[in-house]
């Protein structure tokens, strides 16, 4: 049995979520404040079944809205249901699981393999919750009204029926369980309109069915390992570990079974204590080696007694850190190791003690040990955050529950683009902001549901692609796709040349090329990223001969044109100046997906509406492609309107004077001889960019090694100034949601 899913409603910026987990692991992602925190508390507080743990701050901005709309309605009109936080639980069950699930069978012809569960904080009563907040306005109102002249702009509690909640929301609401029909619900388990599933007889019996069912525990982001001199004493929390392995041996590993072999071992022989405590751990300091630790020239673990007869009963244990071997042996103490390898060991060690935990429940032990892990990347460099995520499911397999009822889950939240290298798409659920009529919500999206296209190369190009560059795409604000590497290098500085706003935002670079933009529509499309396309235009001339073609030269384009097996045409074409009539493109992105257009002609007439289109199903997103147009090129004292084929040739007709000189020389474009007109300029720039002996990483580096007193081209700058606004309109957005909830700094928890 497996937690298939879970569905979330009015909390936080959980408008309407739906999750859906794998069997083994998941991990969560997006930007910062998209929500993923969010999905994890709410489970915690509602399978917790104590309402203490909640507050009205936990309700989306919408229910705060409903609750002021409901609290001016007047005594004589029908009283509505109140907005409640609803948490809709399925769970994946065989046949060998059933008799775990009875309670939660809908009916006796339930047929399938999912049983669901609600958990619901909901108002007891909602007419008497009315009523009492109109007594208590009365009164408040009254003693404001003694208070006469005096009262000035005094407005006493309760202002408003939130103001009313903020303090008796645990008097007026409570936990509800109900037993749902999977029938009832779609595909995407959304219920159908009018169901009302049926509610288990009382809190206890819901809260027990739950407890019987599943163990939720969390491993926080925040787990105070510091620096030594992290405070005025110098101490810090640098013993924290010592302490968190002194509270794993003292619930889980075998201790001595009588106290005064304890004190025995203590005054008698210290080594007979530390040769217990390495034999206690043995087992714990394996599984953290094979997290990566320790490497070939990290210090070994070992762990010591650290005794005091006169507290005896409260027993410490200390890790010590081994460096060298005989003579040169070396020992540190907790403090004089850096915080990733302390990071590290917590985790492991706190993993294993939550299992142990789970374990010592004997007959009242949940089958699911569902665990959240909380940025485990912290401290950690790449290999290790890589090492952790790739092992971490061995190291809680259990010897001898292989093929038993108990299992446990995994869901990590992170922000580690290596951690995502580990495990591809099909662990990810991406989390994506969304502002929609003021309301700041969140949609959650299943990558293993994303299909690439009608093959599976597309999909097998995009994950292999993003494990190369690591995955940065799901955490970024907004994306940049370049042709090559040059465009790649340079970008950073364009942007501080030509739209510094950019600079705060996160904006992902992703050197894709011409040919291969066009695979990425459906990634972009399905994570509703604002996005410019940064490529070249490459013009070339169709050759009129088809049946001879000359393979250094030539590149093979395909036509619209349809052959007679049904596939399209494809032709042969050389390389030309966009301004040669009759010239085309070869550029797959421009062709199939921004602006769709082939002739160089109507790509330079193509409108700025033709060059972008919206993301659907995501407000105020965009996709928008920027390539070479004509720009006007001094250069001789001459002027004229060209174009380059490429960016290097571009910037060269734009940077003319600044290129031409003899200090310039390292960059690649200095001719040796003096072009007579722009025109000529444009056909050597154009010969020297596209001959064997250009270097375009030497040019990139040139570029940046010489001061930044030249011109960004035209089209990148046009298009960074274009998401320099969309980016700059999507914060406005959400600043404008927050300032508009009424509880804006819990909106975006």
């Not at 005094?154 to 509800?176: C, G, I, M, S, T």
């Not at 797959?588 to 997906?593: G, V």
Request: proline fraction near 4%.
């Amino acid at each position: 049995m497996h937690l298939h899913s879970y569905r979330v409603r009015n909390y936080r910026r959980l408008r309407d979520v739906g999750v859906e987990l794998r069997k083994d692991i998941s991990i969560f992602v997006g930007a910062n404040n998209s929500g993923k925190t969010s999905a994890t508390q709410v489970l915690q507080a509602l399978l917790a079944g104590h309402t203490d743990r909640l507050s009205l701050y936990d309700f989306s901005s919408y229910a705060w809205k409903r609750f002021a709309e409901i609290g001016n309605l007047g005594p004589q009109e029908e009283v509505p249901e109140l907005p409640s936080i609803k948490l809709d639980l399925w769970f994946e069950v065989t046949e060998a699981d059933l008799y775990l699930v009875v309670a939660l069978l809908p009916s006796m012809e339930w047929q399938g393999t999912q049983v669901g569960m609600r958990v619901e904080f909901a108002s007891r009563s909602p007419a008497e919750l009315l009523q009492h907040y109109r007594a208590a306005k009365d009164k408040a109102t009254a003693h404001a009204a003694a208070l006469g002249n005096n009262a000035g702009k005094y407005v006493p509690w309760p202002k408003n029926l939130a103001d009313y909640l903020q303090r008796e929301l645990k008097h007026e609401f409570e936990l509800r369980y109900s037993v749902l029909d999977r029938s009832k619900f779609n595909d995407q388990l959304v219920e159908e309109a009018g169901y009302v599933p049926e509610f288990l007889s009382g809190e206890t019996g819901g809260a027990s069915i739950l407890k019987s069912l599943v163990r939720i525990d969390c491993l926080n982001a925040q787990r105070h390992l510091a620096d030594p001199s992290s405070d005025s004493t110098g101490a810090g929390r640098a013993e924290d570990l010592s302490k968190r392995l002194s509270r794993f041996y003292q619930r889980n590993l075998d201790q001595r079974d009588d106290d005064h072999q304890t004190l025995k071992a203590l005054f008698e022989s210290e080594q007979g204590l530390n040769d217990h405590l390495r034999e206690v751990f043995s087992e714990t300091l394996k599984r953290i080696a094979h997290l990566g630790y320790p490497g070939l020239n990290n210090p070994r673990l070992e762990i010591r007694s650290a005794l005091n007869p006169e507290s005896i009963l409260r027993q410490d244990a200390r890790v010590h850190y081994i460096v060298g071997d005989g003579d040169a042996t070396v020992e540190l103490p907790d403090t004089y190791n850096g915080l990733g390898f302390k990071n590290l060991i917590y985790m492991v060690v706190e993993l294993l003690d939550l299992q142990a935990r789970w374990k010592a429940e004997l007959e009242n032990r949940p089958p699911l040990h569902l665990i959240f892990i909380e940025e485990p990347e912290a401290h950690l460099h790449t290999q290790l955050q890589q090492a952790f995520i790739r092992n971490v499911l061995d190291l809680l397999k259990i010897t001898g529950e292989e093929v038993s009822i108990f299992s446990s889950q995994l869901v990590v939240s992170t922000h580690s683009p290596h951690i995502l290298y580990e495990r591809g798409f099909a662990p990810i659920r991406y989390f994506r902001r969304h502002v929609e009529a003021a309301e700041q919500t969140t949609q959650v999206l299943n990558l293993s549901k994303f299909n690439a296209g009608p093959g599976a190369k597309d999909q097998d190009f995009l994950q292999r692609y993003l494990k190369l560059t690591h995955c940065d795409l799901f955490f970024a604000d907004a994306a940049i796709l370049v042709e090559g590497n040059v465009e790649r290098l340079l970008i950073p500085i364009m942007i501080e040349r030509a739209a510094k706003s950019l600079r705060s935002a996160s904006i992902c670079i992703l050197e894709v090329n011409g040919a291969f933009a066009h695979r990425f529509r459906s990634l972009i499309e399905f994570l509703g990223i604002t996005t410019l396309i940064v490529t070249d235009i490459d013009s070339v001339a169709v050759r009129q001969d088809q049946s001879v073609a000359d393979d250094d030269n030539d590149e093979e384009i395909e036509e619209d044109a349809v052959g007679e097996d049904g596939k399209k045409k494809r032709a042969y074409a050389t390389a030309c100046l966009p301004s040669l009539a009759g010239a085309v493109t070869s550029n797959q992105t421009l062709r199939k997906w921004l602006p769709g257009l082939v002739s160089i002609k109507d790509l330079f007439e193509a409108t700025a509406e033709a060059k972008s289109v919206a993301l659907p199903d995501v407000p105020n997103a965009e996709v928008r492609v920027a390539y070479q147009l004509p720009t006007r090129v001094n250069f001789g004292g001459q002027s004229e309107q060209l174009c380059g084929r490429t960016f290097e040739e571009a910037f060269g007709l734009e940077n003319a004077a600044w290129c031409q000189v003899s200090e310039r020389k390292d960059i690649g474009l200095r001719l040796r001889s003096q072009p007579a007109n722009p025109k000529v300029l444009a056909e050597r720039l154009h010969s020297r960019v596209s001959g064997d002996n250009f270097d375009k990483t030497n040019f990139a580096l040139g570029v940046l090694n010489h001061k930044f007193d030249w011109l960004v081209p035209s089209y990148i700058k046009e298009g960074l100034v274009w998401l320099a606004e969309k980016v700059s309109l999507e914060t406005a957005i959400e600043v404008e949601a927050i300032a508009a909830a009424p509880n804006p700094e819990h909106e975006g928890a």
